[in-house]
């Protein structure tokens, strides 16, 4: 008899891969862990292949077959997600509300943009916006409390989430005029900077906890976001990466100075819209997302990013961001 599984073994299935043990997918699925660990027996009945190792460790290792179905179970689940998000947009409507989330990263003023010409299209659409840290947009999305998130690269994998490039930012690291780092007049490397105080942004959501980007300083202030961040910069009371569309005009005036540091990667930052594969934007959540993209996409590219910058630029790219 052929294997028949049914969507909620597979969705099972990917759960306790994803988690790494029966408990954290029984947490996460709301249900006893006794029926969990049933649901696999079944499905591993069906299949007549064992999916996960049971040596009796707390975590949960897949076997050689159950790394090789992890990949079918995948697109089996992502493809009927997709047909439910078509059939969904095909029998609703517009929307009453579209949720925006976007990162501190996105520069503002194509959001600005967008918005502008959003109103105009869709008077009729409420509109709710939260900005904050990518851990933050990311976790709004997952659990539906945003319709669509636009941000940096994913930290983890996830597979009910649909992500599409839609265009870029940079980080510069840069300080006050007058702060000491600026005043030196040269390039910097990592034993100028490092006895100074760096600041740094800390992801409310936890999402990216322990990870920290072009942390090059001993001392560190941390703050909760970006906003927080460009003032104390400004105010002189430290050093630091901000997004370059965030400082065009203190770079113009000369309030903040880019520093040259060797060590700081700095470089384009990309960035994604990001929603739920199984509850997808509707008409006007999509039309943003395409308008969101034009203007992204015609940000300054890094062949641009010497104009923006006064001074020689590191010749070092590579993927990185504070």
């Not at 509300?97 to 869709?122: C, K, Q, T």
């Not at 994998?157 to 510069?172: N, Y």
């Not at 060797?262 to 008409?283: I, K, N, Q, W």
């Not at 997302?289 to 020689?312: F, I």
Request: with cysteine; hydrophobic share 40%.
């Amino acid at each position: 008899m052929d294997a028949n599984p049914t969507l909620d073994q597979l969705q099972v299935f990917l759960t306790v891969a994803q988690t790494g043990s029966f408990s954290a997918a029984s947490k996460q699925l709301n249900r006893a862990q006794s029926v969990v660990s049933y649901t696999i027996a079944n499905l591993e009945s069906q299949l007549e292949v064992s999916l996960f190792e049971r040596n009796g460790s707390r975590q949960t290792r897949l076997t050689k077959a159950g790394e090789a179905l992890l990949t079918d179970a995948r697109r089996i689940v992502s493809d009927l997600n997709v047909m439910r998000s078509r059939a969904k947009t095909l029998k609703e409507g517009l929307e009453a509300e579209v949720s925006l989330a976007i990162s501190n990263m996105v520069p503002i003023e194509a959001v600005v943009d967008a918005l502008a010409e959003f109103g105009r299209r869709f008077p009729s659409v409420s509109m709710k916006l939260t900005s904050g840290e990518l851990g933050m947009v990311m976790d709004l999305v997952s659990t539906s409390r945003a319709s669509l998130g636009v941000g940096g690269a994913l930290l983890k994998q996830d597979d009910s989430l649909a992500v599409e490039k839609i265009g870029h930012s940079f980080m510069v690291p840069v300080a006050s005029s007058q702060h000491k780092l600026a005043q030196l007049g040269r390039r910097l490397d990592r034993r100028d900077v490092r006895e100074e105080t760096q600041l740094v942004v800390t992801d409310a959501s936890g999402i990216t906890q322990g990870r920290d980007f072009n942390v090059l300083s001993y001392k560190t202030w941390r703050v909760g976001d970006i906003a927080t961040k460009h003032q104390l910069i400004r105010g002189g009371l430290g050093w630091g990466g901000l997004p370059a569309s965030l400082i065009r005009e203190d770079l113009a005036t000369g309030r903040l100075v880019s520093l040259q540091i060797d060590a700081y990667e700095t470089t384009e930052y990309p960035l994604y819209a990001v929603h739920r594969l199984a509850d997808p934007p509707g008409p006007a959540g999509a039309w943003l997302k395409t308008a969101l993209a034009e203007r992204l996409g015609q940000c300054p590219n890094r062949k641009s990013l010497d104009d923006l910058l006064p001074g020689p630029q590191p010749e070092k790219i590579s993927v990185a961001a504070e």
